[in-house]
């Protein structure tokens, strides 16, 4: 499930003065640390949110939109945006085509081109930028659970062979708030899962003409993070999974075990919940490249513990931002330590509110911020056999 954030960045307090606040330098942004890796690391290098992206589904798409991305004179054309996820292309025989999609490496592969374009009243300054981005994830391989759930609690049809006399007792059958109870059970046993994110993207500039002679290497940056997941009630979920399982052809018994008082739905719904996912995430931004990386050097690192339950959470998160490792300036390096708490209720289904008071405990900046978020947007399909 994807989310979308509607950030309401209320500014409730900048407690401690300073030049820098003076100057109008010191924002939200500043103060709350974003621990996000980029969706599609070349768009955010440069900045940019194009409004049409090319995402060939073939070897011959990908070919045909790098084409067209080139002039006649050997440039680029300005505002390119290619995506590419090689596990979706489509090759040419259907066996590269099964073992691209099976591929636990490749599915969480993407790759990114952009070009952009800026232009003032001396110059025109033109930028591209490649990017790659891979992630793994247990929540991607858990949603097996959760159709196993569904798929034996549905109900069954009856067996062949004769019919019973009318007289006969019926099977009991799943109804649909069996239904609901597996899907709810299931994610209040998954709302921490273990995952991995790695994004990189180098970009490349040139003055007016735009020419690949002309580029030369700009900015190269790195994110990565990385999450350990704990959730205290999914051994007793992967356990009711393994019963329904082990009697998926009596439907008598599935009946029994997904309303059991003890170990069932409503008993697991019932019982409390906790899950926990720390986090770690770094950032390094390496500027001028092409000069053997002898620029500016900027350093972000920094972590997170959530805790979770079904209808709330609470973190606290800290880190450090150092910028201009390199001391190029002859200012010395900046550093910034961004701490805070904060925490979110649910008020309705998929919608969340939430508030961060937080602040730089090196500037002594503060900040109260608050959120709403909700859930939007296609969902993870589960099928059911």
């Not at 621990?35 to 949110?49: H, I, R």
């Not at 970009?203 to 290497?217: G, H, I, K, M």
């Not at 082990?246 to 899950?275: M, N, P, V, W």
């Amino acid at each position: 499930m994807r989310h979308l954030r509607l950030i309401i960045w209320a500014v409730l307090a900048l407690l401690a003065p300073s030049a820098s606040r003076a100057a109008g330098t010191v924002t939200a942004d500043d103060l709350k640390i974003d621990f996000a890796v980029p969706e599609v690391p070349a768009f955010t290098l440069l900045d940019v949110s194009p409004t049409k992206v090319e995402r060939p589904g073939s070897v011959r798409d990908l070919v045909l939109a790098l084409a067209n991305g080139v002039t006649a004179s050997g440039g680029l054309q300005t505002a390119l945006a290619i995506e590419v996820a090689p596990a979706k292309l489509s090759l040419w025989d259907a066996d590269a085509n099964a073992a691209l999609s099976q591929s636990a490496f490749l599915s969480g592969l993407r790759i990114s081109v952009a070009t952009n374009t800026v232009k003032d009243d001396k110059q025109t300054k033109s930028s591209l930028a490649a990017g790659v981005r891979w992630s793994i994830s247990t929540a991607d391989t858990e949603l097996g659970d959760l159709q196993a759930c569904l798929t034996l609690a549905l109900p069954r049809p009856p067996p062949p062979g004769p019919r019973p006399p009318e007289d006969a007792k019926a099977p009991p059958e799943a109804s649909n708030e069996d239904l609901a109870d597996c899907r709810d059970l299931y994610q209040r046993a998954h709302l921490a899962s273990w995952s991995f994110e790695i994004a990189a993207a180098l970009s490349f500039s040139t003055v007016n003409e735009f020419q690949f002679d002309d580029l030369s290497a700009d900015t190269l940056s790195v994110w990565t993070t990385g999450t350990i997941g704990w959730n205290k009630g999914e051994p007793a979920f992967n356990e009711l999974i393994r019963n329904l399982e082990e009697h998926r052809e009596d439907a008598q018994a599935i009946q029994a075990i997904l309303h059991d008082k003890k170990t069932g739905l409503k008993a697991q719904l019932a019982s409390s919940t906790l899950s926990v996912e720390p986090l770690l995430f770094l950032r390094l931004d390496l500027h001028h490249a092409s000069s053997g990386y002898d620029g500016t050097r900027d350093l972000r690192i920094a972590a997170q513990l959530p805790f979770y339950w079904a209808k709330a959470g609470f973190y606290i998160e800290a880190g450090v931002n150092l910028t201009d490792l390199t001391n190029l300036s002859g200012k010395g390096t900046s550093v910034a330590v961004p701490v805070g708490v904060g925490g979110e209720v649910r008020v309705g289904a998929g919608t969340w509110l939430g508030l961060f008071f937080g602040g730089d405990a090196s500037s002594g900046h503060l900040v109260a911020l608050s959120n709403l978020k909700w859930s939007i947007g296609p969902k993870r399909e589960v099928t059911l056999h």
